[in-house]
């Protein structure tokens, strides 16, 4: 026996998801697939790390993530291997593996995975983490852009969390466009260099866009008067955002102009959202997304556009004012006796098959306990069943919500209780 227990403790930045906080998780997590699954996104889990060079091309070694947060190893064979930081570059190598972009576009694909990132941990910020999120590939209309942004916000509506949609477009890296307007940023950037705070210097020259993400005060208020990528996009780009606007608006879906949204990689284009909810605090972000027209090219692949976003389902929770979810025990039997505890079992499995969500007692408590067990369990109904009523072969039927009680045949109980 070795002598010394191991720590209990799970490693800095991760945490358990525990009941009653897990049943919410798992809602969100169902009612997150299953809206985009009524929408033609079909569900698709990647590997939980990808050869590292995934990563570092599909999201780009000048990110931040790339950087400094990737949980980076080498497996037995000396391969270098990253799990997972993000969904994207990850369902883009999927695609291109299976050469899924030789069948119908676009394809429409969603996901609910646990993502890894060596962050600073503070509240709603984790390096062990979940996203759910939706890709679609395959097409430059901007009815796909939209399409994606209702979805989005729609799920984020009916998860109760509050949402702001923040909307830009980033337009393209070609001089006419994004190159041209960075080249006046960095100009912009140099001539304020001693106004930006420290950490935001060198990143104002390896990834001026990214300048706009900083939370320094001193570098936010040196940005006031640079130029913003809005007043430089080419007139395709501008295009394009004018269509999505419109869209959106035929959606009656509000959103706000914010020219200061930014992805700072080169294989970002057009169109930029994200959703922030006041109520959490410092990390406002919901769920963030965009356009990445160059990222299939970036990994290797054909010309292939796309759009997608991913929220962070532990935002989501803390985000959510809405009452908790309901739980999916609709029934708790209650036996007093031994014989009592075998129907019991019986009339669980029955009640079961049938569809109808029941728990029972496995540890021999008496009526008072298994009644507060029922309590606890959340179910609407408890069924009593004591030797008195194996005998008549009727069982009591409580209402847990208006403690109304009546007796009720055995043969009647599925119907009664069947939802
Ligand atoms: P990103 O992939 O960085 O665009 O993030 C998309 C969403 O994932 C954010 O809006 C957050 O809701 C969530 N998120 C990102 N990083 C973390 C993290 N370290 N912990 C928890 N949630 C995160």
Redesign the pocket.
Known sequence: MPDRRISFRAPP?TRDLLPPESWEWQALSRLAIDSFERAGYAPVETPAFEHTEVFARGVGEGSE?VHK?MYTFSDQGGRSLTLR????AAVMRMVLEHSLQRGPLPLKLCYSSA?F?Q?R?QK????????V?IEAIGSLEPSIDAEVIELGHRFLLNAETEPRLLLNSIGHPSESCRGGYLDKLRSFLRAHSSDLAEPDRQRAETNPLRSFDSKEPSTIAALEDAPLITSHLCDACRDHFQRVQDLLTDLELDFELEPRLV?GLDFYTRTAF??VSSNLGS?S??????RYDGLSQALGGPELGGIG????????LLARTGPSAPSLVGVYIVALSDEARREALMLASSLRSAGVGCDLDHSRRGLKGQMKDAVRSGATWAVILGDEELRERRAGLKNLRTQEQEQVPWHQLEKRLAP
Do not use: D, S
Request: aromatic residues 14%.
């Open positions: 930045g993530v947060q930081p993000e969904g994207t993502m990132r962050e941990p709603g910020r984790y390096r062990a983490f979940f996203q999120g992805r994200e959703w990390q972000a919901l769920c963030g997304g965009g976003f991913a929220c962070g389902v532990e935002r989501l």
